[in-house]
């Protein structure tokens, strides 16, 4: 069964850093291929956007991921590691803490501008 992309990335979200690593769709989904995972970036450090002087490749000037953050994301590689789920490629916005998380749980990424945010924009 083929599921959404919309309902994969939510059960994923979910069943993604539990303790037990009971078999689910969506990760029998992700085994057999051909499914993109949509990802928000992990926990970032505390407050909402970035300051009005950001710059996207410059890091000094974003939110970025906390410690916890940085171990989500390893969590999260490790788990999809575990579960036997090969990615092919990884695309990220180029802001850092997307980038961060990217890297830390795929250890690839590709920076794609058009999935930029667009927060603050009218």
Do not use: Y
């Not at 590689?77 to 749980?105: F, H, P």
């Amino acid at each position: 069964m083929k599921l959404p992309a919309w309902i994969l990335t939510g059960l994923l979200a979910l069943a993604s850093l539990t303790a037990t690593a009971a078999e689910t769709a969506p990760w029998s989904a992700l085994r057999e291929g051909g499914h993109v995972l949509i990802l928000r970036h992990a926990e970032t450090e505390p407050g909402i956007g970035d300051p009005p002087q950001f710059k996207p490749g410059d890091c000094s000037t974003q939110r970025n991921l906390s410690a916890a953050g940085r171990a989500q994301a390893q969590r999260l590689g490790k788990r999809l590691a575990e579960q036997g789920i090969g990615v092919a490629e990884v695309l990220s916005s180029r802001w850092c803490r997307c980038m961060d998380t990217a890297r830390l749980a795929f250890g690839k990424v590709s920076p794609a501008p058009a999935l930029d945010s667009f927060f603050g924009e009218s």
